[in-house]
Protein backbone atom coordinates (compact mmCIF):
# COMPACT_ATOMS: atom_id res chain seq x y z
CA UNK A 1 0.00 0.00 0.00
CA UNK A 2 3.11 2.23 1.06
CA UNK A 3 4.94 1.76 -2.44
CA UNK A 4 1.36 2.67 -4.43
CA UNK A 5 1.20 5.89 -2.60
CA UNK A 6 4.56 6.55 -3.21
CA UNK A 7 4.28 5.87 -6.94
CA UNK A 8 1.01 8.05 -6.74
CA UNK A 9 2.86 11.07 -4.96
CA UNK A 10 5.76 10.71 -7.95
CA UNK A 11 3.36 10.94 -10.69
CA UNK A 12 0.93 13.97 -9.45
CA UNK A 13 4.45 15.65 -8.63
CA UNK A 14 5.27 15.44 -12.14
CA UNK A 15 2.03 16.09 -13.76
CA UNK A 16 2.17 19.35 -11.37
CA UNK A 17 5.49 20.33 -12.67
CA UNK A 18 4.25 19.72 -15.88
CA UNK A 19 1.60 22.55 -15.45
CA UNK A 20 3.92 24.97 -14.62
CA UNK A 21 6.41 24.64 -16.92
CA UNK A 22 3.49 24.77 -19.56
CA UNK A 23 2.36 27.95 -17.92
CA UNK A 24 5.49 29.83 -17.43
CA UNK A 25 6.80 29.28 -21.06
CA UNK A 26 5.41 32.84 -22.02
CA UNK A 27 8.46 35.00 -20.11
CA UNK A 28 8.44 38.91 -20.39
CA UNK A 29 11.30 39.48 -22.72
CA UNK A 30 14.70 40.00 -20.65
CA UNK A 31 16.54 43.42 -21.80
CA UNK A 32 19.70 44.31 -21.41
CA UNK A 33 21.84 47.45 -21.41
CA UNK A 34 22.51 47.17 -24.80
CA UNK A 35 18.50 46.47 -25.88
CA UNK A 36 16.63 48.13 -23.47
CA UNK A 37 16.43 51.82 -25.23
CA UNK A 38 15.38 50.15 -28.32
CA UNK A 39 12.75 47.74 -26.52
CA UNK A 40 10.85 51.10 -24.89
CA UNK A 41 11.50 53.81 -27.08
CA UNK A 42 7.75 53.31 -28.90
CA UNK A 43 3.95 52.76 -27.46
CA UNK A 44 3.55 52.66 -23.92
CA UNK A 45 6.16 49.77 -22.16
CA UNK A 46 6.55 48.48 -18.55
CA UNK A 47 9.89 47.87 -17.20
CA UNK A 48 10.11 45.46 -14.09
CA UNK A 49 14.01 45.82 -12.59
CA UNK A 50 15.33 43.16 -10.36
CA UNK A 51 17.26 40.56 -9.10
CA UNK A 52 17.30 36.72 -7.90
CA UNK A 53 17.81 37.61 -4.27
CA UNK A 54 15.28 40.29 -4.15
CA UNK A 55 11.84 38.35 -2.19
CA UNK A 56 9.59 41.03 -3.00
CA UNK A 57 10.93 40.91 -6.65
CA UNK A 58 10.10 37.30 -6.79
CA UNK A 59 6.19 38.26 -5.62
CA UNK A 60 6.13 41.07 -8.62
CA UNK A 61 7.66 39.02 -10.66
CA UNK A 62 4.41 36.67 -11.90
CA UNK A 63 2.43 39.71 -11.26
CA UNK A 64 4.17 41.48 -14.40
CA UNK A 65 3.57 37.96 -16.23
CA UNK A 66 -0.10 38.09 -15.58
CA UNK A 67 -0.14 41.43 -16.74
CA UNK A 68 1.44 40.46 -19.96
CA UNK A 69 -0.67 38.28 -20.76
CA UNK A 70 -3.11 40.78 -20.46
CA UNK A 71 -2.31 43.43 -21.88
CA UNK A 72 0.60 42.71 -24.16
CA UNK A 73 -1.61 43.71 -27.20
CA UNK A 74 -1.41 47.78 -25.98
CA UNK A 75 1.97 47.31 -23.55
CA UNK A 76 5.04 46.25 -23.77
CA UNK A 77 6.74 44.44 -21.00
CA UNK A 78 10.23 43.72 -19.97
CA UNK A 79 12.77 42.77 -17.63
CA UNK A 80 15.57 44.53 -16.34
CA UNK A 81 18.31 42.57 -13.51
CA UNK A 82 20.30 45.04 -12.28
CA UNK A 83 22.64 42.82 -10.87
CA UNK A 84 23.72 42.17 -14.75
CA UNK A 85 22.43 45.42 -16.42
CA UNK A 86 24.21 48.13 -13.69
CA UNK A 87 23.94 50.59 -16.73
CA UNK A 88 20.69 50.69 -17.61
CA UNK A 89 19.92 50.72 -13.85
CA UNK A 90 21.66 53.48 -12.73
CA UNK A 91 21.11 55.65 -16.12
CA UNK A 92 17.31 55.86 -14.25
CA UNK A 93 18.24 55.79 -10.59
CA UNK A 94 16.94 52.74 -9.51
CA UNK A 95 18.15 52.35 -6.23
CA UNK A 96 15.21 50.12 -4.70
CA UNK A 97 13.73 46.86 -6.21
CA UNK A 98 11.43 46.16 -7.56
CA UNK A 99 11.15 48.92 -9.16
CA UNK A 100 8.44 48.90 -12.45
CA UNK A 101 9.24 52.46 -14.90
CA UNK A 102 6.58 53.02 -17.24
CA UNK A 103 7.52 54.65 -20.35
CA UNK A 104 5.51 56.20 -23.04
CA UNK A 105 7.18 56.68 -26.73
CA UNK A 106 10.19 56.77 -24.84
CA UNK A 107 9.73 59.34 -21.81
CA UNK A 108 9.61 58.02 -18.39
CA UNK A 109 5.70 58.73 -17.43
CA UNK A 110 5.59 57.02 -14.26
CA UNK A 111 7.70 54.90 -11.56
CA UNK A 112 6.64 52.39 -9.00
CA UNK A 113 8.94 51.41 -6.01
CA UNK A 114 8.33 48.33 -4.06
CA UNK A 115 5.87 45.52 -4.75
CA UNK A 116 2.50 46.41 -6.52
CA UNK A 117 -0.99 44.65 -6.88
CA UNK A 118 -1.99 43.88 -10.37
CA UNK A 119 -5.16 46.00 -10.43
CA UNK A 120 -2.42 49.35 -8.99
CA UNK A 121 -0.41 48.34 -11.66
CA UNK A 122 -2.88 47.83 -14.49
CA UNK A 123 -4.79 51.09 -13.27
CA UNK A 124 -1.37 53.01 -13.99
CA UNK A 125 -1.06 51.59 -17.20
CA UNK A 126 -4.42 52.14 -18.56
CA UNK A 127 -3.31 56.27 -17.88
CA UNK A 128 -0.95 55.77 -20.59
CA UNK A 129 -2.78 53.88 -23.23
Given amino acids: MLSKFIEFKKISDMIYLQRISRRNTKMVKELTDTTFEEATKTGVTLTDFWATWCGPCRMQS ?13 VSFGKVDVDQNKQVASEFGIMSIPTLLIKKDGQVVDTLVGYHPKEQIKSKLEQYI
Avoid: G, T
Avoid at 62 to 74: R, Y
Fill in 62 to 74: PVVEELDEEMNDK
